[in-house]
């Protein structure tokens, strides 16, 4: 079965600092990698995907993220962190079953928090 | 443009009532989901659909109904609520296979 891990919950760092939000998975096939960003209250909005090719992506706002096939790894990356950074993060693999279409299977989240 | 449009945003409802969630999608896309998210446990899906007629459960789809008579909508059916369906309920659209999908703001339901 698909599994997606975040094993950070809350992270914490400081504005400017650099993020790297970790993000394990497990699947047999090629992955289709999502991270997704929302803010309290809100739906949420895709900051990047990786579907072939390079394995360093560029996203939305200034995040990349890197696909690790020998890790089983995609982590999110920011060089420098704005406070309007600070909302929940979320890993997700995506599945597609000819019959039935798409889904995609997410991790638990991770929360930043961005301190000034 | 409205993309994935969810109503209500907010319900409160007596345990044992009847409901439905409404989502519609205006981006002619074929594969439309529910997931309802709670703290700690990410997005889990409920059900999914790849076109008018054809549904399929997710991983939690007891105590929900779905169907899909057009390609725009997909709504959400609770036939007895229970207090452990209080979440927040995401639909979400794509266009084709393993393509990114497109979220709806969310209704946040709470059962009593």
């Known amino acids: 079965a698909q599994s997606v891990t975040q094993p950070d919950i809350h992270i914490t760092v400081s504005e400017g600092a650099s993020l790297e939000l970790r993000c394990n998975y497990s699947?047999?096939?090629?992955?289709?990698l999502f991270w997704y960003v929302q803010s309290p209250g809100q739906g949420l909005q895709l900051l990047l995907k990786?579907?072939?090719?390079?394995?360093l992506v560029q996203g939305i706002k200034g995040f990349e993220a890197e696909f690790k096939r020998s890790q089983s790894s995609f982590n999110l990356r920011k060089p420098s962190v704005h406070w309007s950074d600070a909302a929940e993060y979320f890993c997700?693999?995506?599945?597609?079953?000819?019959?039935?279409?798409?889904?995609?299977?997410f991790g638990a989240g991770t929360i930043l928090r961005v301190k000034s | 443009n409205a993309g994935v449009t969810q109503t209500p945003k907010f319900q409160v409802l007596k345990t044992g009532q009847s409901m439905t969630l409404q989502c519609a999608q205006d981006?002619?896309?074929?594969?439309m989901s529910w997931y309802r998210q709670d703290p700690g446990m990410g997005l889990r899906l409920i059900h999914y659909?790849?076109?008018?007629?054809?549904?399929d459960q997710g991983e939690v789809p007891n105590g929900y109904n779905v169907s899909r008579s057009t390609t725009e909508d997909f709504p959400l059916r609770l036939l007895s609520a229970a207090p452990s369906q209080t979440s927040v309920y995401f639909c979400?659209?794509?266009?084709?296979?393993?393509?990114?999908?497109?979220f709806g703001q969310g209704t946040r339901l709470t059962v009593v």
């Open positions: 997700a693999v995506g599945v597609f079953q000819w019959e039935y279409g798409n889904k995609l299977v």
């Open positions: 699947y047999g096939a090629t992955p289709y």
């Open positions: 990786y579907f072939s090719g390079d394995t």
């Open positions: 979400a659209s794509s266009y084709r296979k393993n393509t990114e999908a497109f």
């Open positions: 981006m002619n896309h074929e594969y």
């Open positions: 659909s790849v076109g008018a007629g054809i549904t």
